[in-house]
């Protein structure tokens, strides 16, 4: 970073000072910033903060860090705070050493003059990002092999069921790799510290989106798969989906933009922009919010809908695409800060975190209504959570949780006639079987006895790089904790390999387990007998680095898990 030593001395006496008068005047000033500094901190701000905390920093899944807030509550007591009262050295411990809160250490992450920089940076007011328009879109829009130039067949002889999109954090690319022999087919570059990557209805397209809003189209059919198509949505990014219903198949895309707040609909084989709508409105409080993002997308396969949370504003958005010139919305209020969610088994209904309530929001998408709103324990966090049939509950959704030490399992509707029985646990948490805290993903498949969740976001390091292994049968406690960075045989480092996000294979016996480092750290996905839960394979190339998510072409299709 470009601080020398010294303004890095300098900073600290104005540092002491701000302290000082933080303590002693009740209207604090924020400690001085060069225009570089403000630049290296926005930047990092961006890259590191704002996901959690949004760009306003108004909050969500973390705390809201404006320089001076107040709120007052349903009696009319007023509460203030804000950074301006923390001052710079709290501010400085809180970043670096993370809260019990759930807030992770930066202090391995950020050199101490860039956490003292951080510490300042959020004592100013926030920058207001500028706003991207449909012709910003439109400008950015590239095709760069056209459809009339495309391949009609597939072209290779690879089994494309059974191919994963795996997430190149670190680099903005994605590894397509092929999940018979385990070896890499294509590398390709996508947005910078790219997220997710989602099917095609047909199984034919990739859809992979960036932190910085870039959507890239990968044509599978191609002899090397690579992109086709790419956009700019916005400017900073997390969801993208497909429309899936009967007569729609490939026909649009959609990606969700965190910044500025909206979603944008695009043609499904070229990613021509046709419409953005803006997402700013009401939260289910009744407040006006300037920045509700838009977080999880996925298509009903039921009706030609997408289903469009908005963290904020706790918004569920049953967008309408049968006539997107005539774009028809259902709103549906749940609770604040939607993040992750999926499909129970019969893909009727959808599941959503609303994780800083401590709520999962279920959406019926054949009567449009809200169908429960169920409390569980601390920051649920499904991904796409893990569907099975538990023998005392009949069919039940599991997700994870970030802040709670458990699985939360939720009984599901069923229309089969064989679950009739199970009616009345509908929508209660039937069980919380015991992990423990900082899970990021849980997963199983139709074909699996077995339920796997990831400590991906656990303090201790040994917890970190392990998954855990239940057996659906017998929830108790766990057939193995399973310490993955231990039988990847990778050399052992001071970095934490973390174990993230265990996929399936097409046909369900395997599981792909990332072990995600530094960018430097030499990365690798294990790659488990579902079965006997012995090592298959540890796939590792100085090529795959920070391995995340991973998405298998077939389940991510079909939405199974
Ligand atoms: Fe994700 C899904 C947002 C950090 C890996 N993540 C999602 C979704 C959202 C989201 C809204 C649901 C998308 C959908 O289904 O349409 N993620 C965010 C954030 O805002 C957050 C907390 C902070 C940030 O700054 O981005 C964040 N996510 C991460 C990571 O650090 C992870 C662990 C590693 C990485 O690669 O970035 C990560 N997120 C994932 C994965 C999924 C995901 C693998 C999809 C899960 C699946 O199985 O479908």
């Known amino acids: 970073m470009n601080v020398s030593r010294l303004s890095s001395v300098a900073a600290m006496v104005l540092a ?25 901190a926005k930047k990092i701000y961006f890259e590191r903060c704002a996901g959690c905390h949004g760009v306003l920093r108004k909050g969500a899944t973390g705390k809201n860090l404006e320089p001076h807030w107040s709120k007052t509550d349903k009696d009319d007591n007023k509460t203030e705070g804000g950074m301006l009262s923390l001052g710079q050295s709290r501010i400085e411990k809180i970043i670096g050493y993370g809260t019990d ?24 007011t926030p920058d207001v990002p500028p706003e991207y328009s449909f012709k910003d879109t439109m400008d950015s829009w590239k095709v760069i092999v056209a459809v ?61 989106i960036g932190r910085d809003g870039r959507l890239s189209l990968i044509d599978l059919w191609m002899e090397k798969p690579g992109v086709v198509a790419e956009v700019k949505i916005g400017f900073d990014a997390r969801s993208v989906d497909t429309s899936k219903f009967k007569g729609f198949e490939d026909t649009y895309a959609i990606a969700g933009s965190y910044w500025p707040p909206q979603y944008v609909i695009m043609d499904g084989d070229t990613l021509k922009p046709r419409k953005v709508v803006s997402t700013r409105g009401m939260t289910v409080d009744g407040e006006y919010h300037p920045e509700p993002r838009v977080a999880s997308i996925v298509a009903s396969e039921i009706k030609p809908e997408w289903v469009v949370n908005i963290k904020e504003t706790g918004q569920i958005l049953l967008v309408d695409y049968s006539d997107i010139e005539n774009l ?41 209504k809200l169908a429960a709103l169920v409390d569980t324990a601390k920051i649920p966090h499904p991904g796409r959570g893990a569907n099975f049939v538990h023998p005392q509950f009949g069919p039940v959704w599991a997700t994870g949780h970030l802040g709670a030490d458990v699985v939360t ?12 029985k199970y009616k009345a646990f509908n929508w209660k948490v039937v069980q919380e079987v015991k992990h423990v805290p900082g899970n990021l993903f849980v997963k199983t498949h139709p074909t699996s006895k077995h339920l796997w969740a990831d400590s991906a976001q656990n303090s201790d390091k040994e917890l970190a790089e392990s998954v855990s292994v239940w057996n659906l049968s017998d929830l108790s406690k766990p057939v193995r904790t399973i310490n993955v960075f231990k039988d990847s045989g990778l050399p052992a480092t001071k970095a934490t390999r973390r174990a993230v996000h265990p996929e399936y294979s097409a046909d369900g016996t395997e599981v792909w387990i990332s072990l995600w480092g530094g960018k430097t750290d030499q990365s690798a996905i294990v790659v488990y007998d579902d079965k006997t839960l012995a090592v298959k394979k540890v796939i590792t190339d100085p090529k795959m680095i920070t391995p995340t998510g991973k998405f298998n072409v077939y389940n991510t299709q079909h939405d199974i898990y």
């Open 16 to 40: 002491t000072f701000a302290i000082s008068a933080a303590a002693q005047n009740k209207n604090p000033e924020a400690p001085p910033m060069t225009t570089g500094e403000k630049e290296i």
């Open 101 to 124: 809160g759930g807030m992770v250490n930066f202090d391995d992450i950020l050199t101490r003059d860039e956490l003292s920089l951080m510490a300042k940076y959020i004592q100013h």
């Open 148 to 208: 009339k130039d495309r391949p009609t067949r597939q072209m290779n002889k690879f089994n494309l069921k059974n191919f994963f999109s795996v997430t190149l954090r670190d680099t903005g690319e994605v590894a397509l790799i092929d999940g018979d022999t385990k070896e890499i087919r294509s590398i390709v570059k996508t947005g910078y510290a790219v997220h997710i990557s989602r099917m095609s209805k047909s199984g034919r397209y990739v859809y992979v």
């Open 328 to 368: 028809k919305t259902t709103t549906i209020g749940s609770a604040k800060f939607l993040h992750d969610g999926g499909f129970d088994a019969s893909k009727r209904y959808f599941l959503v975190a609303a994780n800083a309530s401590n709520k999962i929001a279920a959406v019926d998408l054949k009567t449009g």
């Open 409 to 420: 399992l939720i009984s599901t509707p069923s229309e089969e006639a064989k679950y009739a």
